[in-house]
C-alpha cells in the first residue's frame, strides 16, 4: 500500500473517531444541560409550593388556633359566663370577638377554596388530606345533633366567609385577606352584615347565660381544628404540644 494512500485511510479513520466522540459528547452534553434544567425548574417549583403553601398555611393555621383557642376557653374556662357577669363592655367584646374567630377562620377557609386552582402542596395525598380536614370541619359546624347550639350550615359558613373576606391591592399577594377586628365590629352595626350572624349569636348569648347547656358540638368542632393543626404544624414549631390539648368528653 502506497504510503499516501494509508496516511489517507488513517486520517479518514481519525476524522470519523473524531466525528463520533465529537457527537457523543454534544449528546452528552445535552443529556447533562437537560438534568440541570430539569432540577432546577424542579427546585424552583418546590420553592414556589413552599411560598405558595406559607402564605396560606400561616393565615389559617393562626385562625385555626385563634378558634379552638376560644372553644377550649368557652368549654373548660366559661369564658363566656365570666365575661357576661361583667361589664356591657366586656359581654360586647365576648360576643363580638366569640363571633370574629369563628368568621375569620371560616373567611380563611373561603380564601382557600377560591384559590385552590393555584394551591398545588405538591403531594397529591397532602392535597386529599387537608380537603378532608377541612370537609370534617365544614361537616361540624352543621351537623343536625348535637343540639342547634352553634350550628351553621354549609351555605351559611359560606357566606360568613365571603362577607369576611376583601381583595388585596398588592397584586403579588394571596388575592384576598379578612377582614380585622375593628372592621368588624363597625360592620356589625350594618343589619345585611349582621343577619348572618344572629344565630351563632344567640347561641353565644344561650351558652353565657346558662352554665347546663349542651355543647357539644364545640367539643366536636374543637378537636377536628387541633387534627387540622396537627398538619398544618406537624413538628409544632408555631403551636406547642402543651396547646393542643383536646377536650375530655
Given at each position: 500500500?502506497?504510503?499516501e494512500v494509508f496516511a489517507a485511510i488513517i486520517s479518514a479513520i481519525v476524522a470519523a473517531i473524531s466525528v463520533v466522540i465529537s457527537v457523543y459528547g454534544q449528546t452528552r452534553i445535552a443529556q447533562l444541560t437537560d438534568r440541570l434544567t430539569k432540577?432546577?425548574?424542579?427546585e424552583s417549583r418546590e420553592a414556589q409550593t413552599a411560598a405558595l403553601m406559607s402564605k396560606y398555611r400561616d393565615p389559617l393555621l393562626r385562625s385555626a388556633i385563634d378558634l379552638q383557642s376560644r372553644l377550649y376557653n368557652i368549654h373548660q374556662n366559661r369564658f363566656l359566663e365570666r365575661f357576661y357577669r361583667q361589664s356591657p363592655s366586656a359581654q360586647s367584646y365576648a360576643a363580638y370577638n366569640t363571633l370574629y374567630v369563628v368568621?375569620?377562620?371560616l373567611g380563611w377557609v373561603e380564601i382557600l377554596?377560591?384559590?385552590?386552582?393555584?394551591?398545588?402542596?405538591?403531594?397529591?395525598?397532602?392535597?386529599?388530606?387537608?380537603?378532608?380536614l377541612l370537609a370534617s370541619i365544614n361537616q361540624a359546624f352543621g351537623r343536625y345533633k348535637p343540639g342547634?347550639?352553634?350550628?351553621?350550615?354549609?351555605?351559611?359558613?359560606?357566606?360568613i366567609g365571603e362577607i369576611m373576606t376583601i381583595p388585596r391591592s398588592n397584586s403579588e399577594a394571596i388575592g384576598y385577606e379578612c377582614i380585622g377586628y375593628a372592621t368588624f365590629v363597625k360592620k356589625m352595626n350594618d343589619p345585611e352584615f349582621a343577619s348572618w350572624?344572629?344565630?351563632?349569636?344567640?347561641?353565644i348569648d344561650a351558652i353565657a347565660n346558662s352554665p347546663n347547656?349542651?355543647?357539644?358540638r364545640l367539643v366536636l368542632i374543637?378537636?377536628?381544628?387541633?387534627?387540622?393543626i396537627d398538619f398544618l404544624d406537624p413538628h409544632c414549631i408555631r403551636v406547642p404540644p402543651k396547646h393542643r390539648t383536646r377536650i375530655e368528653h
Amino acid at each position: 500500500m502506497k504510503p499516501e494512500v494509508f496516511a489517507a485511510i488513517i486520517s479518514a479513520i481519525v476524522a470519523a473517531i473524531s466525528v463520533v466522540i465529537s457527537v457523543y459528547g454534544q449528546t452528552r452534553i445535552a443529556q447533562l444541560t437537560d438534568r440541570l434544567t430539569k432540577q432546577r425548574e424542579a427546585e424552583s417549583r418546590e420553592a414556589q409550593t413552599a411560598a405558595l403553601m406559607s402564605k396560606y398555611r400561616d393565615p389559617l393555621l393562626r385562625s385555626a388556633i385563634d378558634l379552638q383557642s376560644r372553644l377550649y376557653n368557652i368549654h373548660q374556662n366559661r369564658f363566656l359566663e365570666r365575661f357576661y357577669r361583667q361589664s356591657p363592655s366586656a359581654q360586647s367584646y365576648a360576643a363580638y370577638n366569640t363571633l370574629y374567630v369563628v368568621a375569620e377562620f371560616l373567611g380563611w377557609v373561603e380564601i382557600l377554596r377560591r384559590e385552590i386552582q393555584f394551591l398545588d402542596l405538591g403531594d397529591l395525598e397532602l392535597n386529599r388530606r387537608l380537603s378532608e380536614l377541612l370537609a370534617s370541619i365544614n361537616q361540624a359546624f352543621g351537623r343536625y345533633k348535637p343540639g342547634d347550639n352553634f350550628r351553621l350550615f354549609n351555605g351559611e359558613q359560606r357566606a360568613i366567609g365571603e362577607i369576611m373576606t376583601i381583595p388585596r391591592s398588592n397584586s403579588e399577594a394571596i388575592g384576598y385577606e379578612c377582614i380585622g377586628y375593628a372592621t368588624f365590629v363597625k360592620k356589625m352595626n350594618d343589619p345585611e352584615f349582621a343577619s348572618w350572624f344572629v344565630n351563632l349569636k344567640e347561641s353565644i348569648d344561650a351558652i353565657a347565660n346558662s352554665p347546663n347547656i349542651k355543647i357539644e358540638r364545640l367539643v366536636l368542632i374543637h378537636s377536628r381544628l387541633i387534627d387540622l393543626i396537627d398538619f398544618l404544624d406537624p413538628h409544632c414549631i408555631r403551636v406547642p404540644p402543651k396547646h393542643r390539648t383536646r377536650i375530655e368528653h
